[in-house]
């Protein structure tokens, strides 16, 4: 059983079936998922009609990879990410060189001409705001001191950056996801959709639709990706970024995978309680140094930007939603009432209410009363009164 299958049971029985539904409703719908793939396809269409000595090659990169996506905080749009990889040599052309080449090629589409926007290390598209999302293209070369690895221009600082984004996707990622928590009930394998086939074997498809039944280890990342964008709405400066989080979080998962555990609520309160000890400091107080590394390419630092305040802020976020994550595995025992209130004071009253309805509660009288009881797995008018929206890790 992963996590997904737990919508089955009630809500008053595992706070982890009414945190996938919440976390379900930050994802994209499958009518923009549709939409979402079509637009990559027709990117992906005007990019193939670059010189053919340059092989151009499109694939899908980051959170959408990953099966990681959560809607931005404030914003009803998704940020998807594709890579346009050249077969030029970096040694023979600067960073900017071949980001203009990917830039103007856009550039030759009238659709995507207007669309565009130069942004660090990729080109943005605009879409309106009804396609709910926006899609990143990151020119690439290959790696000339790697044969599977590539490197991405970095504008700012007119260099070459080292990056894997598919070997750390799918050689690493999915395959640790693979391995599921050692529970006493055992767990069981999602089936995979099969991967439709373009008819350009240069040009990836978009995973299916279908491959967003979640696993363990993607669930885990979408909920502390969404706390993380919560707690540092207001101070994105020191925000962790997406990949570094998301690589934490994985060596902490395989670290403990293979470990008994009661249930799968203590799993996901041992993989949060150990992420700082994948964040490796170097040198002394006022001095350090910090290093999260590409786990499938060791030239790649995620936490290379991080100063001494970086790392105070994610310890004192750190903090935060391991208290209350520990608050809710305290809950369960308690009564689904302690539960579902310990739920909203993270989560909102509002989306908890709607999770608990598609998982069958009855909470027609829960606005009335402004209370929260569970009796026979139904919702009703008596226990302690939900306190206002309290976003998971932030007070609002």
Not at 199 to 206: D, L, R, T, Y
Not at 232 to 239: G, K, L
Request: with cysteine.
């Amino acid at each position: 059983m992963n996590i997904t299958s737990l919508k089955t049971r009630s809500a008053a029985v595992n706070p982890l079936a009414v945190i996938d539904r919440l976390i379900a409703e930050l994802e994209l719908t499958p009518t923009q998922y549709g939409d979402a793939t079509k637009s990559y396809e027709a990117v992906a269409a005007v990019l193939q009609k670059l010189d053919p000595q340059l092989s151009p090659s499109i694939f899908p990169q980051g959170s959408m990879r990953l099966g990681t996506t959560v809607r931005p905080i404030h914003e009803d749009r998704f940020d998807l990410d594709m890579i346009c990889w050249l077969a030029v040599s970096g040694k023979h052309h600067t960073p900017e060189q071949v980001f203009n080449v990917v830039w103007d090629a856009l550039g030759q589409s009238e659709v995507h001409r207007q669309m565009r926007s130069k942004m660090k290390r990729c080109i943005r598209l605009e879409y309106a705001p009804e396609r709910k999302f926006y899609l990143d293209v990151t020119p690439a070369v290959p790696d000339w001191a790697q044969t599977d690895s590539l490197y991405v221009p970095d504008r700012e600082r007119k260099k070459w950056c080292s990056s894997h984004p598919i070997g750390f996707c799918d050689d690493w990622f999915k395959r640790a996801a693979e391995i599921l928590p050692t529970i006493r009930r055992a767990l069981s394998a999602r089936n995979r959709a099969s991967e439709f086939v373009m008819a350009n074997a240069n040009v990836e498809p978009m995973p299916e639709f279908g491959e967003f039944e979640k696993t363990p280890l993607q669930r885990i990342v979408q909920l502390l990706k969404r706390d993380r964008d919560e707690s540092f709405q207001d101070d994105p400066a020191h925000r962790p970024s997406s990949i570094l989080l998301t690589t934490i979080i994985t060596q902490s998962y395989s670290s403990l995978v293979h470990l008994p555990v009661g249930d799968l609520l203590e799993f996901v309160v041992k993989v949060v309680e150990k992420l700082p000890d994948f964040v490796v400091v170097v040198g002394a107080p006022g001095s350090q140094k910090f290093y999260v590394l590409n786990p499938v390419n060791s030239q790649e630092n995620f936490a290379e930007s991080w100063s001494n305040e970086h790392y105070r802020r994610f310890r004192v976020w750190h903090r935060r939603v391991t208290t209350v994550l520990q608050n809710l595995q305290q809950s369960k025992g308690l009564g689904a009432d302690v539960m579902l209130k310990q739920l909203s004071e993270s989560f909102g009253n509002d989306r908890v209410i709607r999770a608990a309805r598609a998982l069958g509660a009855d909470t027609n009288i829960l606005h009335e009363a402004g209370k929260l009881r569970v009796s026979g797995g139904t919702v009703g008018a008596v226990g302690a009164a939900i306190p206002k929206t309290i976003y998971f890790g932030s007070a609002k």
